[in-house]
């Protein structure tokens, strides 16, 4: 009865042996996973600082700076503002001449939709 007892005891400290290097490796497979993750994470923010970059200066070499873009459309809208005015100047005396005659050049007739009954 003692080799049992011992055999099962030898059994018990075997299994929790084992539980223990289970545990050991489950320990060491997270450790594993979630410095491969951080590295993953830190792989594609280098990937997207580069594709950053490489964006502003596509940016900067075909359009220009920002400030560059707006100057030139405040200035290309300037100039049609002014092209406008000088079309208003140009033809506000007729316009207020033809508006004019037909407000004083009034023709009483009856509307197409009166009838005589």
């Not at 050991?24 to 997207?48: C, N, S, T």
């Not at 964006?55 to 503002?81: C, L, N, P, Q, Y």
Request: proline share 1%; aromatic share 4%.
């Amino acid at each position: 009865m003692a080799s049992q007892t011992h055999g099962i005891q030898q059994l018990l400290a075997a299994e929790k042996r084992a539980a223990e290097k289970v545990s050991e490796a489950r320990k060491r497979k997270a450790k594993r996973l979630k410095q491969a993750k951080e590295e993953a994470q830190d792989e594609v923010e280098k990937y997207r600082q580069e594709r950053e970059r490489q964006f502003k200066e596509f940016e900067a070499k075909h359009m220009g700076t920002r400030e560059g873009v707006a100057a030139k459309i405040d200035a290309e809208t300037r100039i049609k503002i002014d092209e406008m005015n000088k079309m208003v100047q140009t033809q506000k005396e007729a316009v207020i001449k033809d508006v004019l005659n037909l407000v004083y050049d009034i023709k009483p007739e009856l509307h197409i939709n009166y009838r005589v009954v």
